[in-house]
């Protein structure tokens, strides 16, 4: 099943988004929040969100040609559904019969803190492994590049996301990646063009402490030595985002560094899939890493000046 839209496409690209836990975002502001008591808002609203919705919306408002897949299941799935399409994105979706989860952001705006609340997925049935691989395959004929977003529903078998990218390596598809940990290390044999963790996630997919925020040698060496180590050993460029901090990544040749723009912040989640996929446009336009960076710097930094994750038109 799917829901359809043209997009302009700028670019000429189809680009494949996957997250395999999928969300419904509700996001509410409140000028400062009280602990403990009852806080009542009137600015708030509710989106369907993940790592592969949030880029998916972006490349479709950016004018790209992107179709998503995920997993869905629940009595909200329709709603769901329904959301995509008043955002006009592309959703192509197995059955899994699991519940979609609910994730909460709470934005205060004294003190320009957002807290996000994260609710684990449910579990997929047993199925949803072997139909999703088959819907991948299906899409690869109409897709150019590939990019695999998130975390994996309980219910895959492990190794899920090594098999996707193994899969659209063999079918000639440009590969990115925004993923972390034992999903990450098992996609590298891919040779995916980019990878772009957090350094969060970079340390901890590389088992070593993360630096502190006021380290910047320390970040420039982690990501350093190991953007050298994934260019040297599969051609992959390394690109970590650090929040308000500058972005670092490995060229090949390099370690560059790019500020990020300062701007009004009203919610930052989705900042980071914004980036990632002007990252991914850039480079399938055949522009250099620094480049594709500024790129995704821009689209993070519109997403953050509005309340919608992952929308690049500042929607309050």
Known sequence: MSMQTDAINISGKTYLTVCLNPVIQKSLVFEALEHGEVNRTARYRTDVAGKGILPTRVLTQSGEKAIH????????????????????????????????????TIIELNGSHATELVEEGAAVAVSTHDAILKSFMELMPLVDAVL????????????????????????????????????LVDCLAARPVSVKPNLEELAATACVPRPANDDADGARSLVERIGREYFDRYGTYLVVTRGSRPTL????SRLGETAVEKVEVINPIGSGDSFGAGLAVALEKGESLDAAVLAGTRLGALNAQGLKPGSILAEK
């Open 69 to 104: 897949l995920t997993q869905l299941g629940g009595p909200t799935r329709d709603w769901f559904l329904s959301m995509c399409a008043s955002d006009q994105l592309d959703v192509r979706w197995v059955e899994s019969g699991a519940s979609i989860r609910f994730c909460t």
């Open 249 to 252: 990544f490995w060229d090949g």
């Open 148 to 183: 695999l977003s998130g975390t994996v529903a309980a219910g895959f078998r492990p190794g899920m996301m090594g098999e996707l990218a193994r899969l659209a390596g063999e079918s000639g598809k440009h590969l990115y990646l925004d993923i972390k940990g034992r999903d």
